[in-house]
């Protein structure tokens, strides 16, 4: 944006993203959007507080944390940005749990595996706040069941940019937002957190707001009025004329001991269209042919990985995304 095109009306913020595709974007955000965001946190949460910026604020995550503490009256605490250690997360967060009254902050799972992993300062820190939002990218079973066995209060929450941040807490809608699933489940959204466009891009704006639902590209589906997110509906891998989707199969391997992370992408294969492979992070030798099985059992043989690399850590893009482009081509990059 130059300095003379002025945004788009009723514009606070532009929020710079790439979605899952690669394709810049400017989601446009309004102080009414996000002031419906941040309120709806606090009454889900239990009321206003302190809050510890952890995440940088040139995302929606980190923005809001600085909204919420704008809207709550207080100062926020900010962690120095670079490295993240549980050490380095309980200095930063000493001010914020001086505090009386509520005390918040919001991590990314990879934030919290390394404060569970620490231990001693940071994990006692994690231990003093109120609730700690975990975004942007999905929470595991097995880190969920790490915090909760640590005492670490945390709040798995589903959301994006163009929800101004966080909009289902534990799968269940803040207040003001409507949830539902399409026709191809694609997961739909509504309310007053919604992004009014994409900035320059009345194309996009067009095909992602539909008569006030915003389309996300995420499947899903409701179990008892709850949101179970299913994957990226691009990110369904068809091998051999069978669909399977990658969250899946990443969901199996999750559930196998020794598994701290895993990223399944589809690999061009000149017999079988696509094959599915897998990336793993373990924190124990785990055997390849356990991790077949448990995939084996859970999705089907068809979503069995035909290859299988051990990583040290998984390439990220963002706030603690997986880059599953960066895991084809830097993990498999032998396969054409």
């Known amino acids: ?29 309004s102080a009414d959007a996000l002031r419906a965001s941040a309120t709806a946190t606090h009454k889900r949460l239990g009321g206003p507080g302190h809050w510890l910026l952890a995440t940088p604020a040139n ?18 605490a900010a962690l120095p940005a670079g490295h993240f250690t549980g050490d380095l997360f309980a200095e930063a967060a000493a001010p914020v749990l001086r505090e009386d009254g509520p005390r918040y902050t ?21 231990r003093a706040f109120d609730a700690i939002i975990i975004g942007a990218a999905a929470t595991s079973a097995g880190l969920r069941e790490r915090a909760s066995g640590a005492g670490v209060r945390i709040v798995p929450a589903y959301g994006m940019s163009e929800t101004a941040s966080g909009c289902v807490y534990d799968g ?19 309310g007053a957190v919604l992004t009014h466009g994409y900035r320059l891009r009345p194309d996009l704006t067009a095909d992602a ?22 994957g990226r509906l691009d ?55 356990d991790l077949r099985a448990a995939v084996r059992a859970s999705a089907g043989a068809a979503a069995v990985p035909k290859r299988f690399e051990f990583v040290d850590a998984l ?22």
């Open 1 to 29: 944006m130059t300095p003379s095109e002025a945004a788009e009306p009723d514009t606070a913020v532009i929020i710079a993203t790439s979605g899952s595709t690669g394709e810049p974007k400017g989601v446009l955000l």
């Open 59 to 76: 995302y929606i995550g980190g923005l809001q944390v600085i909204v919420r503490s704008l809207l709550a009256g207080t100062t926020c």
């Open 106 to 126: 919001a991590l990314v799972p990879t934030q919290l595996t390394r404060i569970l992993d620490s231990g001693s300062a940071g994990l006692a820190a994690a």
């Open 172 to 190: 269940v809608p803040l207040d003001g937002v409507e949830v539902r699933i399409g026709p191809d489940e694609r997961v739909l959204i509504s």
């Open 209 to 230: 707001l539909v008569d006030g639902w915003f389309r996300t590209g995420d499947r899903g589906r409701l179990v008892d009025g709850r949101l179970e997110v299913l």
């Open 235 to 289: 990110d369904v891998i068809n091998t051999g004329g069978v669909k399977v989707p990658a969250a899946a199969v990443e969901r199996a391997l999750a559930a196998c001991a020794g598994v701290r992370d895993s990223c399944v992408v589809g690999l061009p294969d000149a017999e079988w269209g696509q094959i599915v492979a897998a990336a793993v992070v373990a924190d124990s030798p785990v055997a390849v042919d």
């Open 315 to 336: 390439p990220l893009r963002g706030p603690g995304k997986i880059d599953r482009a960066a895991v084809a081509a830097r993990v498999f990059p032998t396969v054409g």
